[in-house]
Every structure is written in structure tokens, then in C-alpha cells.
């Protein structure tokens, strides 16, 4: 398994403001995947970020308002710009560390939009 | 990509075992069959995967049907801390591409 730790855990944001989250991970894995879950519901993929190569995008989702990062094999970053108060949800980073398709999450960020 | 279908909630008395179904119906023969679980304000976690044959680990069992098309989690003992949802995940081939449906609110009674 692996230790996967995202910043921050919550923020409560203004509406037109972006907030960037971050998720770190204690080994090196090529496959990481953002993921958001509104309040009540399951678990929505956003994209696949790979290292080396421009994130994928799933359909509802645009690069605009979720800008991520893929600097290292360690770390990336979530942009959520432009919030309304619709963005309000837990976003969860998860890596594939065996490339056999089993995922570790992190524990999330709950993001309220005000 | 292949539908999973579970019940919406389940509900088990502590240390009695639990199974909990998942269909797939329209299930590739390339398909691997995965159970995460997610605890209150945790991220999803891992229980269980296969592919054809039943399996086993130290969280759970997996029994699969002849015909591939539905799935049982297995609890063997309840205990409180299993409350949680469960999902049924069949990540299309090579893709890793995870699809969560409601999955199985489980609830433990002590």
C-alpha cells in the first residue's frame, strides 16, 4: 500500500476564488487519478494525471476550471477556479501503485464554497 | 463499460457474516471484478479483487459466479467498524478507469 497525504484536509471558500489542492504520495507511482464526490453521492472521476504527460480529462470536465499538475512522480496538484458554491464537495486524490488497476485513496478535501 | 447493479443498503448483526451482491450483467471477459469500501469522512478502500476464481485475503471473500455476470462480497464476522459503503468496481481493461456507482450502505447492528 501506500501513505497518501492531501492538503488541505477542508477549506471554506469564496465564491470566485480557486483553491489548490495537493496530494502527496510516500513512493513513486506513474498513474494518479482526482476524483470528486458531492455532497451525498459517489465518487465522480475528473482526470488521470500522469507524469510526463498532459492530464485526460473525463467528459464534464474541463481544463480551465480544474488545472492539474503533475510535477514529479510524488506529487500533484488540483486547481478548483472560479468557485460557486456547486463546487462544493470532497476531492480525492488515488494512485495506482501496482498497475493491476487496485487504487489507494487519500482521505480527501471537503470543500465548502460560501 | 460494464454496469454494476447492488443494493442501495444492507443491514447484519455484529459477528454474524454478511454477503453482499453485485450484477454485472454486461461483464468483458477481460473484466476484473474489485470491492473498496469507504468508511465515514475516509477515502475509499481496497478489500478485494479477481477475476474468475473465488478468492480470499484477510478482509474478505470474493465469490464469483460460473458465468461472471454478479459477484457476493463475503464478510465472515461483522463487526462494527465494517459499517461502511461498499461498491462493486469493474475497471475496463487497461484502462484503470474506476467507475463508482451508489454502492451498498452497510450497516452493523451490535
Known amino acids: 500500500s501506500a501513505v497518501i497525504s492531501q492538503k488541505p484536509s477542508r477549506d471554506i471558500c469564496q465564491r470566485g476564488t480557486s483553491l489548490t489542492i495537493q496530494c502527496q504520495v510516500d513512493?513513486?507511482?506513474?498513474?494518479m487519478f482526482w476524483y470528486r464526490q458531492q455532497p451525498g453521492q459517489s465518487l465522480t472521476l475528473i482526470a488521470t494525471?500522469?507524469?510526463?504527460?498532459?492530464?485526460?480529462?473525463e467528459s464534464g470536465f474541463v481544463i480551465d476550471k480544474f488545472p492539474i499538475s503533475r510535477p514529479n512522480l510524488t506529487f500533484s496538484t488540483l486547481t478548483v477556479s472560479n468557485m460557486s458554491p456547486e463546487d462544493s464537495s470532497i476531492y480525492l486524490c488515488?494512485?495506482?501503485?501496482?498497475?493491476?488497476?487496485?487504487?489507494?485513496f487519500g482521505a480527501g478535501t471537503r470543500l465548502s464554497v460560501l | 463499460d460494464a454496469k454494476t447493479t447492488q443494493p442501495n443498503s444492507m443491514e447484519s448483526n455484529e459477528e454474524e457474516p454478511v454477503h453482499l451482491p453485485c450484477n454485472h450483467s454486461?461483464?468483458?471477459?477481460?473484466?476484473?471484478i474489485h470491492w473498496y469500501r469507504q468508511l465515514p469522512s475516509q477515502g475509499p478502500e481496497y478489500v478485494i479483487h479477481?477475476?474468475?476464481s473465488n478468492v480470499n485475503n484477510r478482509m474478505a471473500s470474493l465469490a464469483i459466479a460460473e458465468d461472471r455476470k454478479s459477484s457476493t462480497l463475503i464478510l465472515h464476522r461483522a463487526t462494527l467498524r465494517d459499517a461502511a459503503v461498499y461498491y462493486c468496481?469493474?475497471?475496463?481493461?487497461?484502462?484503470?478507469?474506476?467507475?463508482f456507482g451508489t454502492g451498498t450502505r452497510l450497516k452493523v447492528l451490535a
Open positions: 468496481i469493474l475497471p475496463p481493461f487497461g484502462t484503470y478507469k474506476y467507475i
Open positions: 488515488s494512485v495506482d501503485l501496482t498497475a493491476m488497476g487496485i487504487q489507494y
Open positions: 454486461t461483464i468483458s471477459g477481460t473484466d476484473y
Open positions: 513512493s513513486q507511482v506513474t498513474m
Open positions: 494525471a500522469n507524469q510526463g504527460s498532459e492530464a485526460t480529462y
Open positions: 479477481g477475476l474468475t
